[in-house]
């Protein structure tokens, strides 16, 4: 799911859908109106799934997706080589994602663990391992 917003609104750090991928953006910058057009901004985001760097520049009146975040809690009940089978604290719900490919993310990982994760277009991520 997501919601349309004007570029101007975007700042550092936010999350925009770029080529059908979330991504949170790293760089923003804005041009003055020329004489022939309107303001333009230049937009870089990392995507959040694949890392891949991506970059768009249109009109500061342009609308661009951003995507409905859901931060969830949930435990991990077991682990393989990778895939995580985890358990939602608040649905109970029983589901298995892919490993994250971040090495100090994957080291806190054991069966019992308290993670973070995140729902972003139907996709799963674990972002941080709770203490």
């Not at 991504?23 to 799934?49: E, N, Q």
């Not at 054991?110 to 991520?125: C, P, W």
């Amino acid at each position: 799911m997501s919601k349309p917003v004007e570029v101007s609104t975007l700042k550092v750090g936010s999350y925009v859908i770029v080529n059908d991928e979330p991504c949170r953006i790293v760089d923003y910058s804005k041009s003055k109106p020329g004489k022939h057009g309107s303001a333009k901004a230049r937009v870089v985001a990392i995507g959040v799934f694949d890392g891949t760097k991506r970059s768009f520049v249109k009109p500061v009146s342009a609308q661009v997706a951003v995507p409905i975040i859901e931060k969830r809690s949930g435990q991990v009940i077991s682990l393989t080589q990778t895939v995580a089978q985890m358990m939602d604290l608040e649905t109970y719900q029983i589901f298995e994602l892919p490993l994250p490919e971040e090495k100090e993310i994957k080291s806190k990982l054991v069966s019992g663990a308290e993670v973070e994760y995140r729902r972003i277009l139907d996709r799963v991520k674990i972002m941080r391992v709770k203490s």
